[in-house]
């Protein structure tokens, strides 16, 4: 039987997501509590990999298993809460039809990347700190260009597996928050890389580096050289993940939690 979970973690002391022999990783740990719990050996695979110290408020994982006698849903769920560890959290497991696949069903994902403009000792491991505001008006002038289907080769890592970088983009802006930013970015797939060299480069426009326009020449210019350097890890999270009508049961999502809103 295939299920889907949705979980959440802190990726501070994660070297990411995929499992890498000496390194200790969110799968490796999910993998280890599920294999401990059902009796059998348990291999997810994640909606996307999240990068070392990148964080996740909705991740969906899939796993194939044969509950052992006994055990229902909820009672895997509560079980497995208390065997991972305190900077991991599942809060919704479900059956889905056997060939349902976490990555390749997805449709939407979106990330958000926290900036704070006030320093914060608890929110550090969770944010890029700045001294001095940005100009949130001409970084959303900026971001306007990456609406649409496009070309991300730009803000892409070398060496990365994609057969092509052509994203549609959704939605790509900043929003105020006290004490800060946030810049939220929704787009059918992400290529390597892709967020944190964006976040990046529109900082650099928030600084008065590079006005929107020649951001938007970056951007088409395809070439990798002429983006600013990738944000930092600690502020980036995979925040949703959206399938096709009817694979997740939307309803069960624990609505009370932000991230799982809408």
């Given at each position: 039987?295939?299920y889907?979970?949705?979980?959440?973690?802190?990726?501070?002391?994660?070297?990411?997501?995929?499992?890498?022999?000496?390194?200790?990783?969110?799968?490796?740990?999910?993998?280890?509590?599920?294999?401990?719990?059902?009796?059998?050996?348990?291999?997810?695979?994640?909606?996307?990999?999240?990068?070392?110290?990148?964080?996740?408020?909705?991740?969906?994982?899939?796993?194939?298993?044969?509950?052992?006698?006994?055990?229902?849903?909820?009672?895997?769920?509560?079980?497995?809460?208390?065997?991972?560890?305190?900077?991991?959290?599942?809060?919704?497991?479900?059956p889905?039809?056997?060939?349902?696949?976490?990555?390749?069903?997805?449709?939407?994902?979106?990330?958000?990347?926290?900036?704070r403009?006030?320093?914060?000792?608890?929110?550090a491991?969770?944010?890029?700190?700045?001294?001095?505001?940005?100009?949130?008006?001409?970084?959303?002038?900026?971001?306007a260009?990456?609406?649409?289907?496009?070309?991300?080769?730009?803000?892409?890592?070398?060496?990365?597996s994609?057969?092509?970088?052509?994203?549609?983009?959704?939605?790509?802006?900043?929003?105020?928050t006290?004490?800060?930013?946030?810049?939220?970015?929704?787009?059918?797939?992400f290529?390597?890389?892709?967020v944190?060299?964006?976040?990046?480069?529109?900082?650099?426009?928030?600084?008065?580096?590079?006005?929107?326009?020649?951001?938007?020449?970056?951007?088409?210019?395809?070439?990798?050289?002429?983006?600013?350097?990738?944000?930092?890890?600690?502020?980036?999270?995979?925040?949703?993940?959206?399938?096709?009508?009817?694979?997740?049961?939307?309803?069960?999502?624990?609505?009370?939690?932000?991230?799982?809103?809408?």
């Amino acid at each position: 039987m295939r299920y889907f979970l949705h979980l959440a973690y802190d990726g501070t002391r994660f070297h990411g997501w995929q499992i890498q022999p000496g390194t200790l990783t969110v799968q490796q740990e999910l993998d280890r509590c599920l294999s401990q719990i059902l009796r059998q050996p348990v291999y997810s695979l994640g909606s996307g990999r999240t990068d070392s110290g990148v964080h996740a408020s909705h991740q969906v994982a899939h796993f194939d298993a044969e509950l052992p006698e006994g055990l229902d849903l909820d009672t895997l769920l509560y079980r497995l809460n208390r065997a991972l560890p305190a900077d991991m959290r599942g809060y919704l497991v479900h059956p889905v039809p056997p060939t349902a696949h976490a990555r390749f069903d997805a449709r939407v994902r979106t990330y958000e990347y926290h900036v704070r403009l006030v320093p914060d000792p608890f929110a550090a491991p969770h944010a890029l700190y700045l001294d001095r505001s940005p100009d949130v008006t001409a970084m959303n002038e900026a971001a306007a260009y990456l609406i649409g289907d496009h070309d991300f080769t730009s803000f892409s890592k070398v060496g990365g597996s994609e057969k092509h970088y052509r994203c549609l983009c959704y939605e790509a802006g900043w929003h105020p928050t006290p004490g800060g930013v946030i810049f939220r970015i929704r787009a059918n797939r992400f290529v390597r890389g892709m967020v944190r060299l964006v976040v990046g480069t529109l900082l650099t426009v928030g600084k008065g580096k590079l006005t929107p326009d020649e951001f938007r020449e970056v951007f088409q210019s395809l070439n990798r050289v002429h983006a600013s350097g990738a944000a930092k890890a600690q502020g980036l999270f995979l925040c949703r993940v959206e399938y096709p009508a009817g694979l997740v049961p939307t309803e069960l999502l624990p609505t009370g939690l932000p991230y799982f809103a809408g």
